[in-house]
């Protein structure tokens, strides 16, 4: 009896599922697996499925649901902003804390830096978002 062949599909959940420290993903990862538009086509019935979340252009996030409203969160270990760097060291954009970020570590400062704000060197014009939360760039 002959073993059938894996779906493209259930070749990328595999592949997510091994990546356990990542929590971004870009579809080039995927690109020795199947065509870019197979792979895009895949991505998409994955964020409809509740598997992943779209966090911008060609930038996809792990996804839990919510108990509460049956909607994708963003899974990621220390939140939005630890993804969205991820995402920006993955996509090769070279980028460092803030000033307001490095004195609060430092202890200089007791205010905790509650947006999500990066500092980025070069050229990058992405957005990148988790429902209302948005990375805000600084040059």
Do not use: C
């Amino acid at each position: 009896m002959r073993e059938r062949k894996k779906t493209l599909r259930e070749r990328i959940e595999e592949r997510i599922a091994r990546k356990r420290g990542d929590d971004v993903f870009l579809p080039r990862e995927f690109r020795d697996l199947g065509g870019e538009d197979q792979v895009l086509r895949v991505l998409r019935t994955l964020v409809r499925d509740k598997r992943l979340v779209r966090l911008g252009y060609g930038v996809y996030g792990r996804a839990t649901v919510s108990r509460l409203s049956g909607k994708p969160l963003l899974y990621s270990q220390n939140g939005f902003l630890s993804a969205a760097r991820q995402a920006l060291t993955k996509l090769g954009v070279s980028w460092e804390p803030t000033e307001a970020e490095r004195a609060y570590n430092e202890g200089r400062s007791t205010q905790v830096p509650v947006n999500p704000v990066v500092r980025v060197r070069g050229r990058f014009s992405r957005r990148l978002r988790d429902g209302n939360q948005e990375l805000v760039l600084e040059r």
